[in-house]
């Protein structure tokens, strides 16, 4: 059984959930057509991707299925690689295209863009905060509806990994569903019945709960508000004997980016933030006709 957040590398967007993000976000903007853009020459111009902050560049794949969805023979440079950092005032890419193309699908390109780049200049930012000690960065399912894939990717491409996906694809016991089952070793044996070959996550409030987890065996544990003296004695009973550190840890709940640190320093393998996708503050883009300044 692999634990989904051991590997998540950067590969590339499902093409067809893209094409479906993209036709959404096009129908809800262009409506029965684009009435300001049809009153400018329908001609051959070029037109630039500017990149007014310090960003992670995140949601090229959406970017041009936006504009090759109202002009298929646009032209699209791109100057940098998805994951670059970039510093204020960079031109991202330089288009080619049609002038009602290239302004009609201007908003809702940049929309997904500054979104996902977003999330992957948050990503990066916790990602350099835990350089150097072993923990690893984990998203949550706190997505923006609709875009719960590519922000997950956007994750990927701050240097962070993927939790679960959906409700599908891991079993994640939390006190709700322990408390039914009657206790922590009654929801796992239920849960391995159920789903033997998924991933399987216990979320446990106390030290007893976590020996059980542990001894019952699990593919993660997640402890959720553990303070730091219980986070510190939750790792040395993880990594003793008979446990020998096989299952491991992750912390959740209230993280962020100032304590990131020490949480890691006790030794916990993985940290989840909901705020790499929920707090999002778009990055300042924008796409400007006429050639770059020389």
Same mark, same amino acid.
């Given at each position: 059984?692999?634990?989904?957040?051991?590997?998540?590398?950067?590969?590339?967007?499902?093409?067809?959930?893209?094409? &479906?993000?993209?036709? $959404? %976000? #096009? +129908?809800?903007?262009?409506?029965?057509?684009?009435? *300001?853009?049809?009153? =400018? !020459?329908?001609?051959?111009?070029?037109?630039?991707?500017?990149?007014?902050?310090?960003?992670?560049?995140?949601?090229?794949?959406?970017?041009?299925?936006?504009?090759?969805?109202?002009?298929?023979?646009?032209?699209?440079?791109?100057?940098v690689a998805e994951g670059d950092r970039v510093a204020a005032g960079t031109v991202l890419a330089t288009?080619?295209?049609?002038?009602?193309?290239?302004?009609?699908?201007?908003?809702?390109?940049?929309?997904?863009?500054?979104?996902?780049?977003?999330?992957?200049?948050?990503? &990066?930012?916790?990602? $350099? %905060? #835990? +350089?150097?000690?072993?923990?690893?960065?984990?998203? *949550?399912?706190?997505? =923006? !509806?609709?875009?719960?894939?590519?922000?997950?990717?956007?994750?990927?491409?701050?240097?962070?990994?993927?939790?679960?996906?959906?409700?599908?694809?891991?079993?994640?016991?939390?006190?709700?569903?322990?408390?039914?089952?009657?206790?922590?070793?009654?929801?796992?044996?239920?849960?391995?019945?159920?789903?033997?070959?998924?991933?399987?996550?216990?979320?446990?409030?106390?030290?007893?709960?976590?020996?059980?987890?542990?001894?019952?065996?699990?593919?993660?544990?997640?402890?959720?508000?553990?303070? &730091?003296?219980?986070?510190? %004695?939750?790792v040395a009973i993880a990594r003793a004997a008979p446990f020998d550190g096989r299952i491991p840890l992750?912390?959740?709940?209230?993280?962020?980016?100032?304590?990131?640190?020490?949480?890691?320093?006790?030794?916990?393998?993985?940290?989840?933030?909901?705020?790499?996708?929920?707090?999002?503050?778009?990055?300042?883009?924008?796409?400007?006709?006429?050639?770059?300044?020389?």
């Amino acid at each position: 059984m692999t634990d989904p957040a051991a590997a998540s590398p950067l590969a590339p967007p499902d093409p067809d959930a893209v094409a &479906a993000n993209v036709a $959404a %976000a #096009l +129908a809800e903007d262009l409506g029965t057509g684009d009435v *300001t853009g049809a009153l =400018l !020459p329908d001609q051959d111009a070029v037109a630039r991707l500017l990149c007014k902050q310090d960003a992670v560049v995140c949601g090229r794949p959406w970017f041009d299925a936006c504009h090759r969805a109202l002009d298929p023979d646009v032209r699209i440079d791109w100057h940098v690689a998805e994951g670059d950092r970039v510093a204020a005032g960079t031109v991202l890419a330089t288009l080619a295209g049609r002038t009602r193309a290239l302004v009609g699908a201007e908003r809702t390109s940049l929309n997904f863009m500054q979104t996902l780049s977003a999330t992957a200049t948050a990503t &990066a930012r916790f990602v $350099a %905060a #835990l +350089a150097g000690t072993g923990t690893r960065l984990l998203d *949550t399912r706190k997505t =923006l !509806p609709g875009l719960r894939l590519a922000q997950k990717y956007a994750v990927r491409a701050g240097g962070g990994h993927n939790h679960r996906i959906g409700l599908y694809d891991t079993v994640m016991l939390k006190e709700n569903h322990v408390r039914a089952a009657g206790g922590v070793s009654a929801a796992i044996a239920a849960a391995r019945a159920l789903a033997p070959d998924l991933p399987l996550v216990v979320e446990v409030e106390t030290l007893d709960e976590l020996r059980e987890a542990l001894s019952a065996g699990c593919t993660r544990v997640l402890v959720d508000d553990f303070d &730091a003296e219980m986070r510190r %004695a939750a790792v040395a009973i993880a990594r003793a004997a008979p446990f020998d550190g096989r299952i491991p840890l992750e912390v959740s709940g209230s993280v962020d980016l100032d304590g990131l640190r020490a949480i890691a320093a006790d030794g916990v393998d993985y940290v989840s933030v909901g705020a790499l996708t929920k707090h999002v503050q778009a990055i300042d883009l924008s796409l400007k006709l006429g050639a770059p300044p020389a």
